[in-house]
């Protein structure tokens, strides 16, 4: 080695840098030169100063980043053999720079001295070899000898592979091109002059700005081009193109020429496309045909023989016929439907019936789609058969169930006496209500003449005494007027359904006490005594609706203290039945009253009643209090009864279950009574909370402060990563779905980039995803632990106790997911449970949508109909969600996300294959379901 290898490193990360110099003294001794850069502005001033024989560059840097680090420097070097460093696992990015002019690149992570000697003396000879190479291009275009020759054999070559090339001149704006490329596109004669221009113009106008980008990408970067577009011929025929080219260059980097080549591809794309569609169809569930554009049957699935009984042998070449036993088919020429799909070039379906090999008749939904060709005329058309012969068979059997019920009601004796019935309840009813009215009108005129008239006598006295007694007047008559309005608000949310009831945790003994001190002055006014009697198994803390309790217990005890001149208003509570989370009480509220006649019993809870009209006159009321609190009762999944004895008394008894507040004994595992620090085993832990959702930093801020954790909040990864580096914690609980930088990528940097011991802080994932190979992933990138949304108290207690105490983890045990079922039932259950027919009715129908959902969808994609998709993904959804298919919503989300942002189409493809696993998974259970609920 005669001279000394001069060599620029830019690089930021000191071990880094001394790192690759002690590699260097091993590899070369005294016989090199380092310079050492550590920003992108600082390499730049070097480079303008020295000459150097090679470059290694990190792009990672604080004044640059990534790929455009990587460019700025070959714009101020372009004639220096680049080595590309890269901190990265992936090889994607030095593979991308290599792409863009870089000789090699090396992964730190594995960097060793003989790999960098390696790359250094092969990256020096190869920037040699190219210089020369570059050097004799002129020379090699002046050599003419077997020119024509050479042409020939060029043109015979491209000929045989539809293959043409072309030439442009850039300095002295000249265009040539070979004879072949002149007929793919589509003169019939060649032509001694095309202009650039003339060529470009073939281009297709759809895609003009994207073929015109491509090349001034390709003269701005002076790098190579490969890329597929369509063009309308001199025919006007369209045709696909795969074009390629490659840029001359002399020293000073201008470009000399342009030479490209341009195949035709037009035949293989239509390949590929069927392809993909025999595909889906095999695949399909339902009969399905590929017709030619004259409506011949060329090609059918292995459902369309299951189906049918027939094979392609017997209906290839044919319209079908044989399946109508002779009729035309959609297929055939004649029929409105194959007029339709040549004319208007869209799908159309419809019903009809079929009959199979062995002579079975069976109905299906057929639908008709076509397949365009280049020019947008009908190429295929494609007929997929959805058996439909149960729902036809249940319609028929429901208009025969239709027309039997209306014979026996117009003929039938019975069914005349029950109208009569109904009609004479439905008078009985209006007489009620009429009543009710009548009663309403009284008892509002009453109070309000009341408020009205004293309130007049007030302003004309002037004695306090009087006043006093006329206030009291009108708080009375206030009162009663409010009763009434409260109890015809209340039946009117209970009519209308709008009524909820809440869950929440509440004190028995405190709602009691309460009602109790509510009551005891109405009691005392009357003489009466009121006591109550509570069973002490009952558990203090209960979990349901105090307020409604409240309500009926008013409304019963205001009752029995109302209807009772002396003696005694008893509440009593006890247990009817107790499991481990649930308690059923029973609720009585005995009175020594006037009790009710016994053949008001049976209506005392009708609305609209009373036990007779001098009640009404007595006591007054709108008689809807017992039947609001009766349906309280029952909305609740209660009962109520009344046991009465006139002139003796009435006892009203309900029950209601209710949740145990199991919440409560579990609090002991995180808050006592007590005040050691034992007793709160992570008292003190200093928590960075990584979150962006308000409400859920809300949320876990204040289980972590129950547990006297000590807590700060981060928005996003970029925040968190500024915190952690002011600030130490003991544990950082990390949402992966973040703005800015997600949560892998702030893991990532934490682990890579921080000193210890903080590059070991304990990282606990949280996130809504609860696949296997998400959680792979999280201790893949470093994480310590997983916990999934809505997380559960004690576990995450458990977890972070964990972690904190270094307890040994071990992650195999969180990959260990088993496979869970695509589809939720759990909704349409609970809303239908009563009605199996309906159930089953509608498995059926989101069976049928999903056995041709990957077709549709895919179909789109490949006609690039992408707003078509996204319509198709709206009317989807409801479907997806009411089935309870989160996997298959998610991924829609995701696709119509990609169209919105127009991503690049590989996007979505990539996707479109995780929606035909989810779909192939879905008909699977569909099937099985369906077996078990028509068994």
Request: aromatic letters at 8%; a negative charge.
């Amino acid at each position: 080695m005669d001279e000394k290898i001069n060599i620029l490193l830019i690089e930021d990360i000191t071990a880094d840098s001394k790192l690759i110099k002690s590699y260097l003294e091993e590899s070369y001794g005294d016989y090199y030169i380092l310079s050492v850069a550590d920003s992108l502005s600082a390499s730049l001033d070097l480079l303008t100063l020295n000459k150097f024989d090679i470059i290694i560059i990190d792009l990672s840097l604080p004044d640059s980043n990534g790929i455009d680090t990587f460019k700025k420097v070959k714009a101020s070097s372009s004639e220096l053999p680049l080595i590309v460093l890269t901190g990265h696992e992936d090889e994607s990015i030095g593979i991308d720079t290599v792409k863009l002019g870089a000789q090699d690149f090396l992964i730190k992570g594995k960097l060793n001295r003989k790999d960098l000697k390696r790359s250094i003396d092969y990256s020096i000879e190869r920037n040699k070899l190219l210089k020369i190479l570059s050097e004799n291009t002129k020379i090699l275009e002046e050599k003419t000898v077997d020119l024509f020759e050479e042409k020939y054999k060029l043109s015979l070559a491209q000929k045989l592979a539809h293959i043409g090339s072309w030439e442009w001149n850039v300095k002295e704006k000249i265009f040539t091109c070979s004879d072949e490329l002149q007929r793919i596109l589509g003169y019939e004669t060649v032509k001694l002059n095309i202009t650039y221009e003339e060529f470009i113009g073939f281009v297709h106008p759809e895609e003009m700005e994207y073929v015109t980008g491509m090349i001034e990408e390709s003269i701005n970067t002076l790098q190579s081009f490969d890329f597929s577009h369509r063009i309308i011929r001199k025919d006007g025929a369209i045709s696909t193109l795969q074009s390629k080219g490659e840029l001359l260059i002399d020293k000073e980097k201008n470009i000399l020429k342009i030479i490209g080549t341009e195949q035709d591809i037009t035949q293989w794309k239509k390949k590929e496309q069927l392809e993909q569609l025999a595909i889906v169809a095999i695949k399909s569930f339902n009969a399905v045909t590929i017709a030619d554009k004259e409506g011949k049957i060329e090609w059918v699935n292995a459902g369309f023989t299951k189906l049918s009984g027939y094979n392609l042998d017997d209906v290839k070449g044919t319209y079908g016929e044989i399946l109508r036993y002779g009729e035309k088919t959609g297929l055939s020429p004649e029929t409105n439907f194959y007029k339709t799909i040549l004319k208007e070039k869209k799908p159309v379906a419809y019903e009809n019936k079929n009959y199979s090999k062995f002579g079975k008749e069976y109905w299906v939904l057929t639908s008709l789609t076509p397949i365009l060709d280049a020019n947008g005329d009908v190429e295929k058309i494609i007929s997929i058969d959805s058996d439909i012969t149960k729902q036809k068979n249940a319609e028929q059997e429901l208009i025969i169930a239709n027309k039997i019920a209306e014979y026996s009601l117009d003929s039938g004796n019975k069914a005349l006496e029950e109208l009569y019935k109904a009609k004479k309840q439905l008078e009985e009813s209006l007489k009620v209500k009429e009543q009710f009215l009548a009663n309403m009108s009284h008892e509002i005129r009453t109070p309000m003449n009341a408020i009205i008239g004293f309130t007049n006598l007030l302003l004309k006295q002037e004695k306090i005494a009087v006043n006093n007694q006329y206030l009291d007047a009108i708080k009375t008559s206030g009162e009663n007027l409010l009763v009434i309005i409260n109890d015809i608000l209340d039946f009117s949310k209970l009519e209308s359904g709008k009524v909820t009831f809440e869950s929440i945790s509440f004190k028995l003994s405190q709602t009691l006490s309460m009602l109790i001190e509510l009551m005891f002055p109405k009691a005392v006014e009357k003489n009466i005594r009121l006591t109550t009697e509570i069973d002490n198994h009952i558990p203090e803390q209960l979990v349901g609706d105090p307020t409604r309790l409240n309500q009926i217990l008013i409304n019963l005890v205001g009752n029995a203290i109302k209807f009772t001149k002396e003696g005694a208003v008893k509440l009593q509570v006890s247990i009817l039945h107790e499991t481990n989370d649930f308690i059923e009480l029973k609720f009585s509220i005995s009175d020594t009253g006037i009790g009710i006649p016994e053949d008001s019993l049976s209506r005392i809870f009708d609305e609209f009643t009373q036990a007779s009209n001098d009640t009404t006159r007595k006591y007054g009321g709108t008689g809807l209090g017992l039947t609001i609190t009766k349906q309280l009762v029952e909305l609740q999944k209660g009962h109520i009864e009344v046991n009465s004895k006139q002139n003796v008394g009435s006892t009203f008894s309900f029950n209601l279950k209710f949740r145990k507040n199991i919440s409560v004994k579990d609090q002991n595992l995180f808050v006592t009574n007590k005040t050691h620090p034992e007793d709160f085993p992570l008292l003190g832990v200093k928590v960075l909370l990584v979150e962006d959702n308000f409400f859920n930093q809300m949320l876990a801020s204040k289980i972590l402060e129950n547990w006297k954790c000590i807590v700060e909040i981060a928005g996003d990864g970029n925040i968190a990563i500024e915190k952690v580096k002011n600030h130490e914690f003991d544990l950082i609980l990390m949402d992966i779905q973040l703005p800015e930088l997600d949560g892998y990528e702030a893991t990532a940097y934490i682990r890579n980039n921080f000193p210890e011991p903080k590059n070991g802080i304990p990282i606990i994932a949280m996130t809504a995803h609860a696949f296997a190979n998400e959680v792979e992933k999280c201790i893949q990138f470093g994480m310590n632990d997983y916990i999934s949304k809505p997380f559960d108290e004690n576990r995450l207690f458990e977890k972070i106790l964990k972690v904190v105490r270094k307890e040994e983890i071990k992650p195999d045990k969180f990959i260990e997911l088993k496979k869970k079922n695509r589809l939720d039932l759990s909704y349409l259950e609970e809303n239908f449970k009563d009605n199996e027919k309906l159930i089953l009715k509608m498995l059926k129908v989101f069976f049928d949508q999903i056995s041709v959902l990957t077709y549709t969808m895919n179909s789109l994609i490949s006609a690039k109909e992408y707003k078509s998709l996204r319509t198709f993904i709206h009317k989807t959804m409801p479907s997806v969600t009411f089935m309870g298919v989160q996997d298959l919503e998610k991924v829609f989300l995701q696709m119509d996300d990609y169209l919105v942002r127009e991503l690049t189409m590989d996007d979505v493809k990539n996707i479109s294959s995780e929606v035909e696993q989810i779909c192939n998974d879905l008909i699977i259970e569909l099937e099985a379901e369906k077996r078990k609920r028509a068994t």
